[in-house]
T-cell receptor
Framework: DAGITQSPRHKVTETGTPVTLRCHQTENHRYMYWYRQDPGHGLRLIHYSYGVKDTDKGEVSDGYSVSRSKTEDFLLTLESATSSQTSVYFC?????????????FGEGSRLTVL | DAKTTQPNSMESNEEEPVHLPCNHSTISGTDYIHWYRQLPSQGPEYVIHGLTSNVNNRMASLAIAEDRKSSTLILHRATLRDAAVYYCILRVANFGNEKLTFGTGTRLTIIP
């Protein structure tokens, strides 16, 4: 268990409303990631962070922003949610850098935008 | 990023070995081959990884072709708990920054 918790686990919202998903880790790891998973697409990287206030875009970053003001928290924000952002969102961390670099994933946050 | 190709689905009988293939013909010399699996309603979990040599761990074995253009994940004795989607991924060695690109994977069904 890499000590990752995501919140909320489930959320239903309406188009145009802002939404923030939180990823919290307890083990002080440097790298954190947000992925989304949709049928037929596998997992796609949205944004990642390599330290406090250090973030970068992934493959599908349009419509999303992130913030990392503390090592333990990585926030994903949808400024104005759209139905195309209905998805399951996974946070991940790297527990060890270098050759192994395995990712540990949270349990996911299911977001429905009506 | 180099791409991988996997069958969409496979079936196997319980307690028999399972060989999950992956083609990665455009792999570069520094790409590591990683496998993850995703159980129903859970996030993906790491299974195994390798560069050139075959690898074994408590979960599975990874057989890598000599030209590295393909690999096979081997589950030696499948159980019902191994039913999952298995992802074969190429990772560029980049210290700590694991921007893995997941495809759609192989859905493995275990028949009791």
């Amino acid at each position: 268990d890499a000590g990752i918790t995501q919140s909320p686990r489930h959320k239903v919202t309406e188009t145009g409303t802002p939404v923030t998903l939180r990823c919290h880790q307890t083990e002080n790891h440097r790298y954190m990631y947000w992925y989304r998973q949709d049928p037929g697409h596998g997992l796609r990287l949205i944004h990642y962070s390599y330290g406090v206030k250090d973030t970068d875009k992934g493959e599908v970053s349009d419509g999303y922003s992130v913030s990392r003001s503390k090592t333990e928290d990585f926030l994903l924000t949808l400024e104005s949610a759209t139905s195309s952002q209905t998805s399951v969102y996974f946070c991940a961390i790297t527990t060890r850098a270098g050759e192994t670099g395995e990712l540990f994933f949270g349990e996911g946050s299911r977001l429905t935008v009506l | 990023d180099a791409k991988t190709t996997q069958p969409n689905s496979m079936e196997s009988n319980e307690e028999e070995p399972v060989h999950l293939p992956c083609n990665h013909s455009t792999i570069s010399g520094t790409d590591y081959i990683h496998w993850y699996r995703q159980l129903p309603s859970q996030g993906p979990e790491y299974v195994i990884h390798g560069l050139t040599s075959n690898v074994n761990n408590r979960m599975a074995s990874l057989a890598i072709a000599e030209d590295r253009k393909s690999s096979t994940l081997i589950l030696h004795r499948a159980t019902l708990r191994d039913a999952a989607v298995y992802y074969c991924i190429l990772r560029v060695a980049n210290f700590g920054n694991e921007k893995l690109t997941f495809g759609t994977g192989t859905r493995l069904t275990i028949i009791p």
